[in-house]
């Protein structure tokens, strides 16, 4: 079955700093794939590179069969990608709903004069993005402060509003830069069941992380970077017992 | 039903102060400067507030859009009278209809010139895009000192037509677009690029094209206003669109609140009407202008009224809050 993302020797360099080195990365459709390493790895150069917002130095990026290679970064969206970010990156000026309502960018449609003329299919629609909005507020938990400003809350469920956004969006696949730091255990328990359901959704999901800990029970496949490079690749007990792997992560040996 | 009755009502309203009311009476002429602030402050509301970009050179659209509905009712009534018989139609009529076209082709210009201006701001950022705007709006004031058809330094007179009627329904026209905007997929795409360019653009919104969006809308509107304000008094002078202009745009959209069209209609017709009263105040209006943006900035950094709205329904659900506490 064909990759439905696909990383082709990308290659990343920051003046003399080479953060992605001649990766070759695949995402299968349906999958729960993770990508793992230690800090500094180059796992969040590989996520920008993989939703088009660093270019590529060199390599190719193909989703869904098409190169992102020189587009924009708004194009990846319109090819059902959608991300979170490590330093989660809500719209603060805005309310909770509301930022969620702007995640229905990519299928609503209608255009600046029947938004500011007040025209039917203004109406039609915006009921559409504030049913869909409730509907992922719900599934986060964020029900009961639809209305609140999105800054007023806690570091936990402003995770939570940031997934609750990208999913608003109906993306192929959904990627997550370390979703579960700075959670609770609780918080990180009902984030793995969340990301259970949307597999079983039929959305494929990327999951980035340096603790293994967290990704090893729930995903599918892993991938392990160190500086810059893939070091090995596999179910989670095969990565598990690789002694690059362990190598890499001298000191916090996985159990 | 409710919204068309609403309309009917404002329509109503403008036609008979149109009919009873002398727009050359002081108060009327405080009141109709009033509207064309509010047109300007409610418009750079949307590239400020709305979109996050620093522009300080709105009165550059203000005045293509005056000097660009002035050219063509000066220069283009004849043709007019001639070509579509307007010289038999009654003079109320003429001149409405000589009004709207100086003002769709203030707009179209002043778009224009917005969409030209809204290019580098996809570059720009800050301090920089503020610095090429300023240049902008000195440039169109330099160009027409320099063009003798249009009076050069000496000022453009043409015919005046004052007419509560159009500029009461156009201010009230673009401050319904404007919050209308706001509350749009559209104006959301505006505030999430303000907020988080990249947060923004991985969401799909094409960050190049609302920048623009919000140049050339935010043009078209202060060369609405720029049209009628033309036919005001029936003369322009290149200096009334300096970079003084400029900046009064500007305080009145911070001191409003970045982002709040109710906040800019307040702060407009407030710092319009106190000047033309006020002798003093208007002596030492930049003074006062400066310690106001000084000491809001140290008070409510946020401007008068935040990114709030006034809307009737949170009027009336406050009505209600209150109500049930003391029951
Ligand atoms: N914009 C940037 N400019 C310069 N160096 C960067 C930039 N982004 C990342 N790096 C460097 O690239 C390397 C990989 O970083 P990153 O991808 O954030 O690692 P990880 O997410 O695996 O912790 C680090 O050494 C980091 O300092
Ligand atoms: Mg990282």
Known sequence: MAALIQAVQVTRAFGGLVAVNSVDFSVRRGQMKALIGPNGAGKSTLLNLLTGITPVTSGDIIIDGSSIRGRPAFHAATLGLARTFQNVRLFENMTVIENVMVGCHSWTRQGIASGALRWIGHWREERLIIEESHRQLGRVGLEAEAGADAASLPFGKQRMLEIARALAGHPQVLMLDEPASGLSTRETAELSSLLRQIVSEGVTVLLVDHDMQFVMDISDEVTVLDQGRTIAEGTPEQVQSDAAVIAAYLGTEPN | ?327
């Open chain 2, 1 to 327: 039903m409710l919204r068309g009755g609403k309309a009917l009502l404002v329509l109503g309203l403008l036609l008979l102060l149109q009919l009873t009311v002398d727009p050359n009476h002081y108060v009327s002429r405080v009141l109709l400067l009033s509207c064309f602030s509010v047109m300007l402050a409610v418009s750079l509301n949307i590239i400020n507030g709305y979109a996050g970009q620093f522009s300080i050179g709105h009165a550059g659209f203000y005045a293509v859009g005056a000097y660009t509905g002035a050219s063509l009712s000066h220069f283009g009534r004849e043709w007019m009278e001639a070509s579509l018989g307007l010289a038999s139609f009654p003079a109320w009529l003429a001149d409405s209809a000589v009004l709207l076209a100086a003002v769709v082709a203030g707009s179209v210009a002043a778009a224009v010139a917005g969409f030209i201006v809204g290019l580098p701001s996809l570059r720009l950022r800050g301090d920089y895009l503020a610095i090429a705007t300023l240049g902008f709006g000195e440039l169109i004031r330099v160009i027409f000192i320099n063009i003798d058809r249009v009076g050069g330094a000496r000022g453009f007179s043409i015919a005046p037509i004052n007419s509560i009627f159009w500029i009461g329904l156009f201010t009230v026209g673009i401050v319904w677009l404007s919050r209308n905007l706001l509350n749009s997929r559209q104006g959301r795409a505006l505030q999430a690029l303000r907020d988080d360019e990249t947060a923004a653009s991985v969401l799909g919104i094409n960050i190049t094209s609302y920048k623009v969006m919000a140049f050339v809308l935010s043009a078209a509107m202060a060369g609405c206003a720029g049209a009628l304000y033309a036919h005001f008094d029936g003369y322009l002078q290149p200096d009334s669109f300096n970079f003084i202009r400029s900046i009064e745009i500007i305080i009145m959209v911070v001191l409003g609140g970045l982002g709040s069209t109710t906040g800019a209609v307040i702060a407009a017709v407030v710092l319009t009407v106190l000047p033309e009263t006020l002798r003093e105040f208007a002596d030492y209006r930049m003074v006062i202008y400066s310690a106001l943006l000084v000491i809001c900035m140290l008070v409510r950094p946020q401007g008068l009224l935040g990114t709030s709205e006034f809307s009737w329904a949170s009027l009336r659900s406050r009505g209600k809050e209150t109500g049930g506490g003391l029951a």
